[in-house]
Structures are given as C-alpha cells and as structure tokens.
C-alpha cells in the first residue's frame, strides 16, 4: 500500500519534472539542409550544419550538372550569417535537384536567396521558375532583386509545405524565365525536412461553416509566424522543427496594441498530446497579448493585427492560444473575426482546453479576391459582450497565416512593388495632440523595442517610420499605399527605406547643405585618383571645399536602397554628436538622387592599414601608440554609450571605422549602422536584426538578437586583439582554430601562450605587466554573456591603467616615454598626445582649420538637449541623468 502510494507520487513527480523541461524535440526522418554551389559543410549562425553540393552529390540531376558553383560577389553585413548566402548553384538551363524522401511525412521546404552578382552575372538578370515533381508551381518568373529591393530585405527564405508524397520522392526544377534577354536561375540554400503531422484536419471556411478546406492534401507557402506577444524565437530553438517565429508588434493595427504578459520559463505547459508539442514551441504559449485591464476600453475596440497577402488565394489561418491566468470558463470569453467576418463567437479557451496552462489552436480558411481592398488579411478579437463573461477581454499566443495552393497547383505570385508608402512617412508627420498622447507614448517604445527578427530596414529611420506610419494609418487607411512594416526574411511585406527626398527638408537646418556642384568640384567630378575608400555604402573620396579645407566625401551607391536609411541615420547622429574621438560631419548633399556625406579629413586614414597588410611603406605604430589608439577609441564609444541622452549603440567597431587624424588621434566613425539603444524601463536591449561585420559580431547579439552596449564592446575586445597581434579578426587561410581571432586570442590567453602570438615588431616594446592587463582587458570583453562584460567606461578606465603600467616601465627602463622605440624613424610628433587625462574632452572644434563650416552646422556642442530633436524624442523617453 504504501510503496503504491509512494509509486504513484514518484510518477507524479516524474511526470512534473518531465513536462516541466521542454517538449522533447523532433526529431525529422528527412533532414537535409544543402549549402547550395559550396565545396564544404559548414555551420550557420543558429549551429545548423549544411552540407556541401558538389558537383557528384547524389541529389543534382544530370541537366544540372553544367550548372555554376558561384559565390556572391558581395557580402551584406546584414546577412546573419554567409552560409548558405555567399555560394549559390546557377543554372543556364532547366535543372534539377532530386530528394528521396519518406512517404509518410509532410515537408518542409526551405529556399533561401540572396541577391548579389554572381560569377559576374548582375542580380537583374536573374528570373526563374521552381516546381515540383509534385506538379506544383512554387515560384513563377520569380526575381529575387526585385522582391528584396521591394520589401528593403537583404535575403529572403520562402517556406513551403509540401503534402506527403506516396511516390517516395521530391524533384525540384529551377528554371530561367525565356525572354528576350538572357536570364538565369539559382539557389543559395535548400532544406528538406520532415515535419510531424500537425496539418491533419481540414480548416472551416470564415463565413460558411459547411465548407472545409483540405489542408492535409495542399501544399502551402508560410506567409507570417509571430510569438505574439513574444519576441523572436531563432529556429534553433523551435523544438527541432526549425521554424523562426517573429514579434508581431508591427502588425498590430492601430493606437490600442493592448497588452503583453509572459508567464516566464517556469510556467508548466501542459501539451494534450505529442502532435501538439509540435504546433509551437512553449516559448509562444508562455507568452500572449490580450486587450487590456478597462472594460470598457476593450467594448469599444478589436485587437487587430494586419497582413498583406496576395490576393486570389485561399489561406489558412491558425490561432494559438493557452490561457495563462484564468481557471474557469467564462471568465474570458471572445469573438474571433477573420476578414471583418466572424469566425467564431463566444471562443473561451477554458471551454476548448479545461484548463488553464494548456496549449490549443484553431485553424481558419479565408479566400482573398484579387481586388482592391483584398490584398490585407484581418484578424481582430473583440470580447463577448453578449456572454457577459467576468472580464471583458481577449487573448492570444501565436498567429500564422499559409497560402494554400489553387486548383491549378499553383502558388506563386507577381513580385512586389516598391511600397510608396514609407516614403511619405515624413517624419514631421505627426501632429503635436497625437504626440501628446501618453499611450502612443507607451506604444513608440514597444515599436522601439519590438522591431525583432528581419533583415531588411534597420535603424533609427526605420522605427520612427513604423510610428508614424502605425498612427497615420490609423487615420487613413488608403488601400495599396498604406502598408504594415516589418521585416521578415520569410514574408511577403513591405517595408521601405526610402527617405529621400525628404532628407534635405528635414536635416537642412541641423547641418551643412552641399551642392551637387560644390561636391563635383571638390573631387574634381569624382575622380577615380582621389578615392580613398570603398564601403558598403559606396565610395569614398578627399577633396577640398571652401578652398582650403580638406574633407573626405562619401558617395553612396544610388541602387543602394538601404544606403537612404543609413545616410539618414548617419547625418541624424552625427550631425548632433560632437567629440573629440568622434569623426565629425561637415555637411551633405542631396541632390540629382545623389547621397553624399561631407567629413572631416582624416589624415592617417584607419586603423587597420598601419597594423597589417600596410601599404606604400607605412610605417609601424609603436605599442604605447596604439594603446593610446586604443584609448582614444575607447574614449569615443564610451561617449556613445553614456555621453548623449540616450545610450547610442554602434553596433560596427572594428580597426576600419578607427580613423587616425593628422595628431594621431583616433576617431570613431561610420555611424550608418547605430541605433539608438534601451529606453525606458528593464528593457535593457533594442531588438534588431543582426548587423554588424564578420570577426567583430557579438555572439550573443546573433542568439538573440538583442542589441546592447555590450555587443559594441564584444566588438572593441576583438580589436584590442588585433592591435596587439596584428592581424584581422577572421582569417580563412589559416588553421581552422586560428581563423577567427576572438577564437584564437581567447585559447592563447586561456593557455597562457598569449605572449608568444604578440606582432613581433612590437613584442620588446610591451611592459609584461602592461601586456597582462590589456590582455585581461580584452579577454572581458570577450565574454559570452553581455553581462559579463565590462562597461566601456571600465574599458578605459583599464586601459589607462595599463598606460600607466606601460609609462611606470618605460621610466624605470630608462625608456624614453613619446619616443618611438622600434626605430622605424618616425617623427616624436607622432606620439600619443596625453589624451589619457581623467575626463572625456570635448573638441574644440571653434579652433580647427574647418571651423567655418563647423559653424554653418551649428550645434550646441554638449549640450543636454541636442538629441531631443523631433526624431529622438519621439521614439525614445527621455531619461534624463
Ligand atoms: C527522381 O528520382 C526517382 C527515383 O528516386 C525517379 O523515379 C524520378 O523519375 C526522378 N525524378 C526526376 C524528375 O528526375
Ligand atoms: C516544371 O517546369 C518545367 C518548365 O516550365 C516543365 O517543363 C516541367 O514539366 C514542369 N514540371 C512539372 C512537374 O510541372
Ligand atoms: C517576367 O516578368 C518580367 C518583369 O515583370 C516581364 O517583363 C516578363 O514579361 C515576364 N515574363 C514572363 C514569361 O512572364
Ligand atoms: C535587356 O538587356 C539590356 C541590356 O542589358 C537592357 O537594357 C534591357 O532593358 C533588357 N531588356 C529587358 C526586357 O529586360
Ligand atoms: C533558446 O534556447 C536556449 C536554451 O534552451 C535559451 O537559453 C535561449 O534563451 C533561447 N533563446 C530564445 C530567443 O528563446
Ligand atoms: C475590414 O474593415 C476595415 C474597416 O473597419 C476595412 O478598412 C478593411 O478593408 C476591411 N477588411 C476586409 C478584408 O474587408
Ligand atoms: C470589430 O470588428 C468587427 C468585424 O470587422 C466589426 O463588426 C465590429 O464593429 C468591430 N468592433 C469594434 C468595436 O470596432
Ligand atoms: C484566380 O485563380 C483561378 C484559379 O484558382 C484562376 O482560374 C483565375 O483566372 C484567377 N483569377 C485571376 C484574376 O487571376
Ligand atoms: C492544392 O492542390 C491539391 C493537389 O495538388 C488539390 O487537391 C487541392 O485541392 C489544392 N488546394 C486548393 C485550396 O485548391
Ligand atoms: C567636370 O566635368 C564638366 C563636364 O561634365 C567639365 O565642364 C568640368 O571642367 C569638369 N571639372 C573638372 C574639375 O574636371
């Protein structure tokens, strides 16, 4: 009796702590995922493995064989990772991949593009077909330039689902669209995997309840996932079913977002059975949206998210709920409306699942019409007044929304166009009784901290443009222009970048206005002899203006869509920041679609040409110079982060956006990328698709795609180790455990062999003491855990203390301190300033060559309320210091 009883709460126990720990993760029967055109497995940024696709693999068909391994001509630093994206198979004539597969299972299919030239083929002349032996169309005359530059996304993945096949086997045929022109077809990466039966029973039709639509027997195309109420969940996490589910709080409509709540790691959820673990990871039940706490605010309006999809389809729409809080029925009980069509009454998740913690969706099928008005798919929750529950109020954890293919086979749709939309999203838009309001308040930092999971349009420009546009759409809803943002890779929306045009009006009066002629005249029509650089952005040249004066010049690539945003951003925060360790903006210059930025000149140009690879006889920087480089750096990002009102994160340090002016200071520059970071609250992270560059990225940062001060001083730590060994954060030619320096560094100093891998040239320069706390330094930085890290300002509060060390040695070593040791014969004017003093200085800037047109910006230089012009304020809360 009592071994029973003990049995019984022994499996009581067991069955807690089972369920306690996540659903245990599938595990497909098919998994493939190929890195397309790619000699070599590799990993992505989630640890997914990929394999290789040469040109004998047993998956490529015979017409495929005189297809073209390529590799992208160009890396985007929005890529969150260069596998699969930087190889591709290109093929010049109908080809085909050929996957055995169980019969049993439904799969997925994942392509994955990136636009880029390849083998010197230009992205437009890209257009293809891809279908299956299935007799599906997937894509049709399908390009990925202009889909991407339409919804402003770096790569897109289209996620398919394709019903089980008796036959055994999935053919896929890429085939280049026959025009006039020559046009070819490609792949970066495929997935193939099995997925558990999730897809079973048929969907009811919104509006005809004795109509179903089979959805076992469809294949259908995934056009949104979102953890509502949630943020990001990478696929790495998604219970071994890959999926990547987004933040939905773009496509919430309206002012009245309601309310999040997240019931935490530790809330037990109960799946009724095994196909339902799979139907959402807990992440996305733990987490939900419902309309709020007042009655009757939540009588008098629908939570409502909007889609656009495309129209003359058939879509399934499925609803994932768990009630968190609530026991008993009717205590929460609401309407779902689909398409401004009921769906269903009186839905209390209680009634459906009996209890609470217990997970449960529900699958609607909707036809959009393919006219005007159609093209957005509506979801709205309203409570069910007429049920007079306890509270009145709605909820949801998940949403997705699949197109189901016709009664041709056939899924594919024309590319998108360009959204006008966010180009009139001016960023003066909004009126001061809007502004005043207080929950649009609360909403901008949702916005703010809620852009997760895409890659497209980023930055600050970006987040004002989704509140604008969340409160003018509000008022005018005006079919084709208006349109959700959003950026995710997966979907079909659009988002756009586009602000120019506006730029002049809205920055002229922050900063210099250049004509296009001055700018022509100054780089002598741009000639090829005066270009200094070349970026993602476009080219750099020196010039000189005002006749004297030397600036370098940043013309951005016209194509460049996601250049208008940066341009913006950049202007905005440089025009408001000055520091002496911040490279200062003159002016720019918009004009003829043209994107020029005016700098300050930096004579030395960066960092990274006087440590290696030097050209034209560069001479080497001595050790107490670059710490005192590194110092400076420091001293610049430290101000970012703390300086201004808001913490300015930005998010790609590495040794080529470390300038060095004619005294050898160092500047930070190349803000295109920064954002504006943690706002209000215990939010301490922006999210944010990843940027950055290769070697410099913050592990952390790319999990989870949150951004924080921290991931700029990841970045700072790997280019201390560069300047103490000299050579660049990623190195492919080398050893594999020496390829990526931030690896490399960490086992040498782990191992104690640091000493040994210092550049040789300034190896007998270095205090060991000094050595050993730059290396300490550098090693917390590179901590895996943001919070481990160290603040920039303990970065250079370290680093100077290693100046010290250093200068305590160099004067009992009788060493002469600003003198160059390692007699390369540069001049002593060459050595550190002593810039290391105890508090950040501020340029003078009144008293450089260029302060005439220092003056034409004028800026209050320091000044607490430089950054609350209208942009800044708008999105972030002031927090004051
Ligand atoms: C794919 O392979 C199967 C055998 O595995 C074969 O029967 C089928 O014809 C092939 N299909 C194509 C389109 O090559
Ligand atoms: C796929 O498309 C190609 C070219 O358009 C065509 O020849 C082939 O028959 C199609 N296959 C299927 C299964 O529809
Ligand atoms: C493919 O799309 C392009 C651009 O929209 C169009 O010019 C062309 O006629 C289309 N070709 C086919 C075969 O549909
Ligand atoms: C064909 O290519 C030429 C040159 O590349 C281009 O100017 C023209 O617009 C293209 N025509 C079409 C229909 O794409
Ligand atoms: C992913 O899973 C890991 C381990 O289970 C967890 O630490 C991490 O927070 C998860 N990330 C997200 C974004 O849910
Ligand atoms: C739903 O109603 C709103 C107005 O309440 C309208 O703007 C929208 O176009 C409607 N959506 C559909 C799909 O009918
Ligand atoms: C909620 O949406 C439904 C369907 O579009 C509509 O009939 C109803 O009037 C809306 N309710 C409110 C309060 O907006
Ligand atoms: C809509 O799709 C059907 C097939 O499902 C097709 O017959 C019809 O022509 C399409 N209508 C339009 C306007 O494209
Ligand atoms: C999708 O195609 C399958 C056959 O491949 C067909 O049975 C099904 O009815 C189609 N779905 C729709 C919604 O037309
Ligand atoms: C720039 O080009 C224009 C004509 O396009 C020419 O008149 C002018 O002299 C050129 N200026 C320089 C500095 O080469």
Redesign the pocket.
């Known amino acids: 009796m009592a071994a029973t009883a003990r049995r019984a709460l022994l499996l009581a126990l067991l069955v807690v702590a089972g369920a306690a720990v996540n659903a245990k993760p599938y595990s497909p029967a098919d998994s493939l995922l190929l890195n397309c055109g790619s000699t070599a497995d590799g990993l992505d940024a989630d640890g997914r493995k990929w394999l290789a696709d040469t040109n004998n693999n047993m998956w490529l068909?015979d017409s495929g064989k005189s297809s073209i391994m390529a590799a992208a001509d160009e890396l985007d630093s929005s890529l969150p990772s260069t596998i699969p994206y930087m190889t591709a198979r290109v093929f010049t004539v109908e080809a085909?991949y050929?996957f055995?597969v169980n019969p049993k299972d439904r799969h997925w299919l994942r392509l994955h593009f990136y636009p880029s030239s390849y083998n010197g083929i230009s992205p437009e002349d890209f257009r293809f077909s891809v279908n299956t032996?299935t007799g599906l169309t997937l894509l049709h005359n399908f390009s990925v330039w202009v889909t991407t530059k339409a919804l402003t996304q770096a790569y897109i993945v289209k996620e398919f689902s394709l019903p089980k096949t008796p036959a055994?086997?999935i053919?896929v045929?890429f085939t280049p669209t026959p025009m006039t022109n020559v046009t070819y077809a490609y792949i970066n990466g495929l997935e193939l995997i099995s997925m558990p039966d999730i897809f079973d029973d048929p969907a009811t039709m919104v509006g005809f309840a004795d109509q179903t639509v089979d959805i076992a027997g469809s294949t259908f195309q995934t056009m949104y996932r979102f953890n509502v109420g949630g943020g990001y969940i990478p696929p790495s996490n998604d219970s071994g079913l890959a999926r990547s589910w987004f933040d939905d709080t773009p496509y919430v409509f309206g002012t009245l977002q309601g309310v999040t709540y997240n019931a935490g790691p530790r809330f037990h959820v109960k799946y009724p059975s095994e196909a339902a673990e799979y139907a959402a990871p807990v992440e996305v039940y733990t987490g939900t949206r419902s309309m709020g706490s007042d009655p009757r605010v939540n009588q008098n309006y629908n939570l409502t998210w909007t889609m656009e999809v495309d129209g003359n389809f058939t879509y399934v729409v499925r609803l994932h709920f768990c009630e968190l809080l609530l026991n008993r029925p009717n205590q929460r009980a609401f309407d779902i409306y689909v398409n401004n069509k009921t769906a269903q009454s009186d839905a209390d998740v209680i009634e459906m699942t009996s209890e609470r913690g217990v997970p449960v969706f529900k699958d609607f099928a909707v036809h959009m019409a393919d006219e005007p008005g159609e093209e957005f798919m509506w979801v709205a929750l309203h409570p069910s007044v007429a049920l007079r529950p306890q509270f009145y109020d709605a909820i949801l954890s998940g949403l997705e929304v699949f197109k189901l293919n016709d009664s041709r086979g056939n899924l594919a749709a024309p590319d998108p166009e360009p959204s006008k939309m966010l180009a009139k999203a001016e960023l003066g838009a909004m009126s001061d009784k809007d502004r005043t309001k207080s929950q649009k308040q609360a909403n901008m930092a949702t916005v703010m901290g809620g852009t997760a999971g895409g890659a497209a349009a980023v930055g600050i420009v970006a987040a004002i443009c989704v509140v604008v546009y969340h409160n003018k759409r509000n008022r005018e809803l005006t079919g084709s222009e208006s349109h959700n943002s959003g950026w995710l890779p997966l979907y079909h929306s659009h988002t756009s970048g586009k602000s120019s045009g506006h730029i002049a009006a809205n920055l002229a009066g922050m900063c210099r206005h250049f004509s296009f002629a001055e700018i022509k005249a100054a780089t002598k029509n741009f000639s090829e002899s005066l270009m200094i650089g070349v970026g993602g952005f476009g080219k750099v040249y020196s010039g000189v203006v005002d006749g004297d004066t030397k600036v370098a010049i940043k013309r951005s690539n016209p194509s460049s869509e996601q250049g208008a945003l940066e341009f913006q951003t950049e202007i905005e925060m440089l025009s408001k920041l000055r520091h002496r360790h911040l490279v200062s903006l003159i002016g720019f210059c918009e004009e003829n679609n043209e994107m020029i930025l005016v700098y300050d000149y930096m004579e030395h140009g960066t960092l990274r040409e006087h440590l290696y690879n030097k050209g034209g006889g560069k001479p080497t920087l001595s050790w107490r110079h670059r710490l005192d480089i590194c110092i400076g750096a420091a001293r610049g990002l430290h101000y970012l982060h703390t300086g201004a009102k808001y913490t300015i994160i930005h998010r790609d340090v590495k040794t080529t956006n470390i300038l060095v002016d004619e005294n050898w200071v160092a500047k930070v520059s190349d803000f295109g990328l920064s954002k504006s970071g943690p706002t209000t609250g215990n939010q301490a992270h922006v999210s944010t698709m990843v940027k950055g560059s290769f070697g410099y990225l913050d592990p952390e940062y790319f999990r989870r795609q949150q951004l924080t001060d921290k991931s700029d001083v990841y970045s700072f730590g790997v280019v201390l180790f560069e300047v103490l060994m000299a050579r660049p954060a990623l190195n492919p030619a080398l050893p594999r455990d020496q390829v990526s320096l931030a690896d490399y560094a960490l086992s040498c100093q782990r191992k104690g062999t640091l000493a040994d891998v210092v550049d040789p040239t300034i190896k007998n320069q270095i205090a060991p003491e000094c050595l050993i706390k730059f290396a300490e330094t550098a090693e917390k930085c590179l901590a895996d855990q943001g919070t481990d890290r160290p603040s920039m300002g303990d970065v250079l509060w370290n680093l100077e203390f290693a100046m010290q060390l250093q200068d305590t040695f160099d004067g009992r070593s009788g060493r002469p301190q600003g003198r160059d040791d390692d007699g390369s014969g540069r001049p002593a004017v060459l050595e550190p300033s002593n810039s290391y003093g105890s508090t950040a200085s501020v340029t003078t800037i009144g008293t450089s060559s260029t302060s005439r047109v220092h003056q034409a910006c004028a800026i209050a230089e320091e000044d607490d309320e430089m950054l609350t012009g209208a942009a800044f304020s708008q999105i972030v809360q002031p927090t004051g210091r």
């Open positions: 068909g085909v050929n055995t032996s055994g086997f053919a045929t």
